[in-house]
């Protein structure tokens, strides 16, 4: 189906429709409702009089809710009705519709009303890559309701419908009312959708979208617990809202954990426990939400690999990549119970575990997951480095792995410079960034928090040699960059990318080689106007609409902006973010997993990428990273360092109540950069440009502890 | 998934003998609640964990969780040859109570299968 679709979601559970909020999902469609990785519906489709209903409008109330308002189909393109429909959909452990039928008209009405309901309880990775089912499905009427089911040896899922209107006709593919309503009168029946593994005994209480009104606090308290921005520049105060909303939504308490919400990575194909994106999002989300940081370690802590197990990927130390709960995973035909196949996720935990502590003085987790940690340190110098030149790659055992495992995990993403595949293991450059800076910060936290300054000093020598070695390595004098990888027969692999900017962020740069990265990194090459691209043009391998080839991603630039300020390069910074920012405008402010990368100049907006998730984690996170970026915020010790270097279209920006160590404190800035992308405000849809009179003069910093 | 070897398998009382005197489990040393498991086949058992320490005992009041499978699934998976999260997602192995619990008994298992 093609259309707009309309996404509502709570936990791994989640619906998408149509406008009108029918499913009618082919095997490959993104669409149905989905729960535990698996699709209990494939077919909702509400009929009057034996036709679709038009759609006049649809509401999105909030991330679990929404309402769709429709009249009866007409077979026409003009509606004249006098009869209206509202069908209010709401999720929880499945979900449940309110449908409403009003007569305007002095006329009593009568009615067929069909509900066609069918499941095919596909796997997500069965609609992802178009994969046949093994087992039986079923449809059966039992207590009044229809259930729909699926079985394989002991594997069941079922999904059981009731409606709270009595008499309907319920059969083995939906129901039906002969609907009768008086002059200016109304219909209203309740349909409740639940989600069972195994065969349900009783569904007498299911009540698939309960619990609205305490998710509707929960929201209300996430938001007023997070800091309140105003700014003078409405693209950011509106960007800032829909990360937090669209944050809040993506939270999830994982079935088989007990540690609290952490971040799924993305809807629709990517609502599951991923290390990376979790930890990513949880570093550029930590000075709004740090709770979010806290789960996310304790939840990878206790899914910390303990055993060699070459199906899973899995080595003792190891961080998760993905856990699934789907049919294929159940069955052991893909790896996913958890799947380890990631070989930055272990780096990135530990990067996590000290900018969490720096942040919220939270120091007790640090001790807490010592062992944890040190099992990660042993990881990174005992099994990552699978063929012993130094350097931390990856290489998977079986089949069912993942070809790449770092952040661009497409198989095709490692590339020379000529647009030939690298071979395996690869070491890819960012990856030995992480490891870096996840031993210097290792370092700090063994001195001052474990008590063992024996480790403290071997990790710091050891990270000195490594930056000493890997400059010596990686760089190409001759591109001024760094080499995306060393792969598996010890080849420099050449293509100029924006993995340089995630070196800046590690801190294992060279100095004057940084200078030669920003220089590249700001170049039309890479800089498409909008953001940095994944590839630079001009490689063999860029392609502007290539996943990991030439696409723009939210969430690397809010990585590489950060680097950029390590080093002192905030105007560049804040070129990067003000672009994406921009960017965010033609996405209605929910910044997409990634967009094409063509010259802004040529297109004047961002193309969308067609398969991109949203909301996806880490793109929700790119603005919130920005922010802290622009505004130079550090935590030192008990305090908040703030040091803003904002773009001067930004006016007046003030950031209170932002939790850490300190309590709670403010930020406060004035706009003062020209980045060279304002003059482009003006081309943005729906936003009101505030008049600008050049850069104003600095406001100081300053940060209040409260 | 790995088919069980009933030759060389130990018997329930010997896996639970072994698990009794296992010691604390590192990963699990902030963890404490008791697992009931019902085999199929006959077999009740009761193991405390304090703080990661595990403990047969003869009854508990109310466990954590109740697990309820087949004894020789329970072995297989005891033995480290059988994945209890896979069989916990086929429905070879049912959980009543707190699943997050249930599944952390994967950490008592032994590390070399």
């Known amino acids: 189906m093609s259309g707009p679709k309309v996404s509502i979601l709570e936990g791994n559970t989640f619906i998408v429709s149509d406008r009108g909020g029918n499913v009618s999902a082919s095997p490959s469609d993104a669409e149905g409702l989905f729960a535990w990785d698996t699709r209990f519906l494939s077919r909702w489709v509400l009929k009057v009089d034996g036709l679709v209903p038009n759609v006049l409008s649809t509401d999105d109330l909030n991330y679990f809710e929404v309402q769709f308002f429709q009249v009866p189909g007409t077979g026409t393109i003009y509606v004249d009705s006098d009869l209206s429909i509202m069908r209010k959909r709401s999720v929880g452990n499945g979900f449940s519709e309110d449908i409403a039928i009003t007569n305007e008209s002095p006329n009593a009405a009568h009615l067929l009303v069909e509900l066609e309901a069918g499941a095919d309880f596909a796997d997500l990775f069965e609609v992802k890559d178009k994969q046949e089912k093994k087992g039986e499905l079923y449809q059966d009427v039992r207590d009044g309701g229809l259930v729909l089911g699926y079985k394989r040896d002991h594997f069941v899922r079922e999904t059981f419908i009731t409606s709270t209107t009595r008499p309907a006709t319920v059969s083995r593919d939906g129901f039906r009312f002969e609907v009768d309503i008086e002059p200016h009168g109304e219909w209203h029946t309740r349909i409740d959708v639940g989600i069972s593994l195994g065969p349900a005994t009783s569904h007498a209480g299911v009540q698939g979208g309960a619990e609205r009104p305490v998710r509707g606090k929960d929201l209300d308290r996430w938001l007023e617990g997070s800091p309140t921005l105003q700014c003078d520049w409405p693209p950011l105060s509106r960007v800032y809202v829909r990360s937090l909303i669209d944050l809040a939504a993506l939270r999830f308490q994982p079935h088989v954990l007990s540690e609290g919400a952490l971040p799924a990575a993305g809807l629709p194909w990517f609502m599951s426990v991923f290390g990376r994106d979790s930890v990513i999002t949880s570093l550029q989300a930590l000075p709004f939400v740090p709770d979010m940081a806290k789960a996310t370690l304790l939840a990878l802590a206790a899914f910390q690999g303990t055993r060699v197990d070459e199906f899973r990927d899995e080595e003792p130390g190891k961080i998760l990549h993905e856990f699934r709960y789907g049919e294929l995973t159940a069955f052991e035909e893909r790896p996913h119970s958890p799947y380890y196949g990631a070989a930055d996720a272990t780096p990135l935990f530990l990067i996590l575990l000290d900018e969490y502590a720096r942040w919220t003085g939270d120091y007790q987790l640090v001790r807490d997951l010592e062992l944890e940690a040190r099992a990660a340190l042993k990881w990174i110098d005992d099994y990552g480095d699978r063929n012993g030149d130094g350097y931390v790659d990856y290489q998977r055992h079986m089949e069912t792995g993942l070809e790449n495992q770092c952040w661009k995990d497409s198989w095709n993403s490692i590339l020379f410079a000529d647009g030939s595949n690298s071979k395996l293991p690869r070491a890819t450059c960012e990856i030995q960034g992480y490891v870096y800076d996840a031993k210097v910060r290792c370092a700090r936290l063994a001195r001052e928090v474990w008590n063992d300054p024996g480790l403290a000093q071997w990790l710091e020598q050891s990270a000195a040699a490594f930056k000493t070695k890997f400059n010596r390595d990686y760089w190409m004098e001759d591109r001024g960059s760094y080499a995306l990888a060393i792969d598996g027969d010890g080849r420099i692999v050449d293509s100029i990318t924006s993995n340089i900017g995630h070196l800046l962020w590690s801190g294992i740069a060279d100095e004057d080689k940084a200078a030669r990265c920003v220089e590249l990194l700001m170049s039309d090459r890479l800089f498409s106007g909008w953001g940095v691209r994944t590839m630079a043009v001009g490689e063999g391998g860029y392609n502007p609409i290539g996943y990991h080839l030439g696409t723009v991603w939210p969430h690397d630039n809010s990585i590489i902006a950060w680097g950029l300020k390590r080093y002192g390069y905030r105007v560049e910074a804040a070129r990067v973010g003000v672009g994406i920012l921009q960017a965010s405008v033609f996405f209605d402010h929910r910044l997409p997993e990634a967009f094409a990368g063509y010259p802004r100049a040529r297109t004047r907006y961002p193309v969308e990428y067609p398969t991109a998730c949203s909301p996806q984690a880490w793109a929700t996170g790119a603005p919130l990273l920005f922010l802290r970026t622009m505004l130079g915020m550090e935590p030192i010790g008990q305090h908040l360092l703030v040091e803003p270097k904002l773009p001067f279209r930004f006016g007046s920006l003030h950031l209170t109540d932002i939790p850490g160590a300190w309590g709670r404190a403010d930020a406060f800035g004035r706009g003062t950069i020209d980045t060279g992308l304002e003059h482009l405000d003006p081309l943005l849809l729906g936003t009101t440009v505030a008049p600008v009179t050049g850069p104003a003069a600095g406001q100081p910093a300053r940060s209040e502890v409260r | ?113």
């Not at chain 2, 009382?13 to 040393?29: H, M, N, W």
């Not at chain 2, 004894?71 to 999260?85: L, P, R, T």
């Open chain 2, 1 to 113: 998934m790995p088919a069980t070897d009933s030759a060389t398998d130990a018997t329930v009382p010997e896996i639970f003998d072994r698990l009794a005197s296992k010691g604390q489990v590192a990963p699990l040393r902030r963890t404490s609640g008791a697992y009931e498991f019902d085999f199929d086949g006959g077999g009740h058992w009761f193991l405390l964990l304090d703080h990661g320490t595990p403990s047969v005992q003869s009854k508990v009041e109310h466990p954590t969780c109740t697990v309820h499978c087949p004894a020789a699934d329970f072995v297989a998976i005891a033995e480290g040859k059988e994945n209890m999260i896979t069989a916990y997602l086929r429905g070879d192995l049912v959980c009543a109570g707190n699943l997050a619990f249930a599944l952390t008994f994967r950490h008592l298992i032994p590390v070399a299968a």
